[in-house]
């Protein structure tokens, strides 16, 4: 084992302050990764302040962060993606059993034996749970590692290994491509990548916010039509025109207000999650056949193609690199949607402590 810096928090109403943490050596199959950048994801305030308790009780200390790149240090003697010097990526998982259906599938997100990339049992028992990406080194299986394009900017591209993958797979998977109409709900962190990915798909792609002065910034980002969703007349003007729309919104809202605006057999995708159940009208999903379902980020061989997809049509995120010093600080102002649109931890940082 080797031991590196690292950020972490030692109880639900603690800080994140400096530590040093053990990492396992890389075995035959491990890629050891020197961290550059990592994104600042709602997950991680949610688990450090342990706020899902019920589902995935947070086990301290804890590191959070699942949305790394980095630069390969090292790489096991049965690794042969990867070589020391190559550009890669980590996001939210670190393994799976790979024989379950799921896996076979290439659905590693759904294995009943999946290990997140923090706070899962580790079973190379260097700790008694996975730590992320908030630390400057950390060794993944190589099943696990993913390619990163090298001409694009790599604080942006930190976001894609979480926000990016839970907003293009379900535009994927129900097909969202050319002439197809598209709604994306909210202008966040997941909001503005569903818009920049359903631009690139060539949709026609409209907006909608509770905040007027977000459409100048919906349109830079490629909306064709920004619609105030607390006006109810803009609103009823799409009633029933929508193929898919994509709900990227963790409040309290009217889900019956989108699934009207859904054509025959259209769809609507959850990616937010919601802290209260929201009340379906099941009239509303009965006249036209429509649907509503949920995603969970996306497979490795999905999150790879999105990635390739991304250096192909330079895709990133637009982020606000900080320090590790004001991750804190991040915290706080992301609770109060005070970041266009993703904090990205710059690691270098985390050197001079």
Not at 34 to 40: A, D, Q, T, W, Y
Not at 191 to 204: C, E, Q, R, W, Y
Not at 279 to 284: H, Y
């Amino acid at each position: 084992m080797y031991n590196t810096k690292a950020y972490s928090a030692a109880s639900a109403t603690s800080p994140l302050s400096s530590t040093t943490i053990a990492r396992r050596d890389p075995t035959e199959h491990d890629v050891q990764i020197e961290i550059l950048f990592c994104g600042v994801c709602h997950s991680d305030v949610h688990s450090v302040r342990n706020e899902w308790s019920s589902i995935m009780p947070t086990v301290y200390p804890i590191v959070p962060g699942h949305e790394m790149v980095g630069r390969v240090t090292k790489v096991g003697s049965a690794v042969s993606k990867y070589k020391p010097g190559d550009l890669a990526a980590v996001g939210c998982m670190v393994d799976s059993d790979g024989t379950c259906p799921q896996c076979k599938a290439g659905f590693e997100q759904f294995c009943p034996s999946l290990t997140l990339t923090y706070n899962s049992p580790d079973k190379h028992k260097t700790a008694p749970v996975t730590y992320g990406g908030y630390s400057n080194s950390i060794v993944v299986d190589e099943s696990f590692v993913l390619r990163v394009p090298d001409h694009l900017d790599l604080a942006g591209v930190a976001p894609l290994l979480c926000a990016g993958i839970t907003t293009y797979s379900p535009l994927r998977h129900w097909g969202v491509t050319k002439g197809k109409k598209v709604g994306v709900v909210g202008l966040g962190g997941l909001g503005h990548m569903g818009v920049k990915f359903a631009h690139a798909f060539g949709a026609h792609v409209v907006v909608f916010t509770t905040s007027p002065n977000k459409k100048e910034d919906a349109l830079r980002l490629g909306a064709d039509e920004v619609v105030v969703s607390r006006n109810t007349d803009e609103m009823q003007k799409h009633a029933g025109s929508f193929d898919f729309i994509l709900d990227t919104v963790s409040a309290n809202h009217d889900i019956n207000a989108y699934l009207n605006l859904l054509t025959r057999d259209g769809n609507i995708t959850l990616v937010g999650a919601p802290e209260n159940p929201l009340d379906v009208s099941a009239f509303s999903l009965i006249m036209g056949r429509r649907s509503l379902s949920g995603s969970n980020i996306g497979g490795i061989e999905e999150t790879q193609e999105m990635l390739d997809f991304c250096g192909k049509h330079n895709i990133t995120a637009d982020v606000e690199v900080i320090p590790i010093q004001k991750v804190n600080e991040a915290y706080e102002r992301l609770l109060k949607s005070d970041v266009k649109y993703r904090f990205c931890i710059d690691m270098a940082s985390l050197k001079s402590e």
